[in-house]
């Protein structure tokens, strides 16, 4: 028979990555506790958050659900999201689950990167008590009452669901290091060229391809290749009812 593997799923000390090798970009926000309640996530957590997405300015499919824009649905049966229309949907999503997030924090005073690194935990999974996969997951939440950062930090590194995010989330709570700004500039960019890439005939639906041809013309204000002429006025007499 082959031989199985079963990984601990609790931390020792031996366990424990070592941050203080590496630079801490802001000990001031590392270090400071601030009261709960005037905390709010930071520029740097919202741009790590929205790095993780993509914007769609039409209706696509993700595990049988119809999103558009950031990933929500709201806006669905629009003619299609502009970036910043998205972009306001996201950030009125975010500030719900922020404050579903704050009625759970165990602590009164918390520092501003860990607030973030909690909260982007909170984000993605919707709990903070624990980390991991089914394989292995860490019960963290004394961890954080009792402020062993490390611990946390280590956790998230360790735990192997959405590697990526929870190893800058670590990063976050004990370097104050945010990663790379990805702008909304690129995500808006990256967007029309996906139109581009998918036109005319790699859409999901009429739908999704109508709401292309809409929003690129919103936001470039030129058409898409080889549209008609009835197609193009109709699409100017709607970006004119919409100013």
């Given at each position: ?42 520029t740097g957590v919202i741009s790590f958050i ?12 993700v595990n049988s659900l119809p999103v558009i ?175």
């Amino acid at each position: 028979m082959p031989r199985t593997y079963t990984l601990s799923n609790t931390i020792s000390e031996n366990d424990l990555v070592e941050f203080d090798l590496f630079t801490n970009l802001n000990s001031e926000m590392t270090d400071t506790k601030i009261p709960l309640t005037d905390l709010e996530a930071s520029t740097g957590v919202i741009s790590f958050i929205l790095k993780q997405k993509s914007w769609s300015p039409f209706v696509y499919t993700v595990n049988s659900l119809p999103v558009i824009g950031y990933g929500f649905s709201n806006g669905n049966d629009s003619n299609g999201l502009t970036e910043s229309e998205a972009y306001s949907f996201f950030i009125e999503d975010l500030k719900n689950k922020e404050r579903a997030f704050k009625k759970i924090v165990p602590l009164s005073l918390i520092s501003q990167t860990n607030y973030d690194a909690l909260f982007s935990l909170f984000y993605f999974t919707s709990d903070i008590s624990k980390t991991g996969t089914p394989d292995r997951q860490f019960k963290i939440n004394n961890y954080i009452v009792n402020e062993q950062w490390q611990w946390v930090a280590t956790a998230l590194v360790l735990s192997g669901n959405q590697r990526i995010v929870r190893q800058g989330e670590a990063k976050i709570m004990m370097l104050a290091d945010y990663g790379s700004v990805k702008s909304r500039s690129l995500l808006k960019a990256q967007g029309l060229q996906n139109i581009r890439t998918l036109y005319p005939n790699g859409f999901e639906t009429t739908k999704s391809l109508n709401q292309a041809e809409y929003v690129y013309y919103k936001e470039t204000n030129r058409f898409l290749p080889k549209m008609t002429q009835s197609r193009k006025r109709q699409i100017v007499n709607l970006a004119n009812l919409s100013t």
